[in-house]
Nanobody, 119 residues
Framework: QVQLVESGGGLVQPGGSLRLSCAASGLTLSIYDMSWYRQAPGKERELVASITRAGGTTNYADSVKGRFTISRDNAKSTVYLQMNGLSPEDTAAYYC????????????WGQGTQVTVSS
């Protein structure tokens, strides 16, 4: 069974930092491209950051570039999202997605973790 489990969300003050984790099981992480998405109330789900299967290439949404960093540790089957300089506009549910590099229809989602930025 394939499972993606996000953790690390919570309440943080503006300007603060959080690190999200996505722990994968039931798959070989090294052959999956990984992404973080987020969805705020009343808005569509948007791509925040992505990283290729070996970690050599990363991409970020313009709204988070310079503040967020995506990384992965394939040996630990875990993907991370370091978030710095948080603002209330970053408040959303954050989701982890895995996509097989050769068979993109083989795709999996986590259940999400809530991030709330407020004083």
């Amino acid at each position: 069974q394939v499972q993606l489990v996000e953790s690390g969300g919570g309440l943080v003050q503006p300007g603060g930092s959080l690190r999200l984790s996505c722990a994968a099981s039931g798959l070989t992480l090294s052959i999956y491209d990984m992404s973080w998405y987020r969805q705020a109330p009343g808005k569509e789900r948007e791509l925040v950051a992505s990283i290729t299967r070996a970690g050599g290439t990363t991409n970020y949404a313009d709204s988070v570039k310079g503040r967020f960093t995506i990384s992965r540790d394939n040996a630990k089957s875990t993907v991370y999202l370091q978030m710095n300089g948080l603002s209330p506009e970053d408040t959303a549910a954050y989701y982890c997605k895995a996509r097989h590099w050769l068979y993109p229809a083989r795709m999996y989602w986590g259940q999400g973790t809530q991030v709330t930025v407020s004083s």
